[in-house]
């Protein structure tokens, strides 16, 4: 499925540049799981791959905390990046949020939350690149 919808982005756009989110590398108080990061290191391993067979590019890197970082969304001690995140398009954006049935935000929103913010720090960072 990755796959395909990459080959169909590649026929409609001329993509130039690929930054994915770069998987933890660290535990945290209250974060991943030990199988939740290797989970996520292999699937973001599969991805480039992919991504490098397409496009036949080396995907960019940058972590969650960068990206953010790079959208001016702070996340201070104590509070949990999504809901930050969330807040952030809450007051700013419009990407369609979908809600349950008991007005709760879909978790998946978060992970395309997620998703706009390494893209808009890739767009950022190349930008920066520009300018050197």
């Given amino acids: 499925m990755i796959a395909i919808t990459l080959k169909d982005l590649k026929k409609d756009f001329k993509i130039e540049h690929i930054y994915i989110e770069q998987a933890l590398m660290f535990f945290r108080r209250g974060g991943s799981t030990a199988n939740t990061m290797s989970i996520l290191q292999r699937f973001n391993g599969i991805v480039s791959w ?39 398009f809450l007051e700013n954006e419009d990407f369609g949020i979908v809600y349950t049935k008991k007005g709760n935000i879909q978790k998946y929103c978060y992970d ?21």
């Fill in 112 to 132: 395309i939350a997620d998703a706009i913010i390494v893209a808009r720090a890739g767009y950022i960072l190349q930008e920066g690149l520009k300018k050197t």
């Fill in 50 to 88: 992919i991504c490098y067979n397409i496009y036949a590019m080396e995907p960019n890197y940058v972590t969650p905390i960068g990206a953010r970082s790079k959208c001016g969304i702070k996340v201070k001690r104590g509070e949990k990046a999504k809901e930050i995140v969330m807040k952030h």
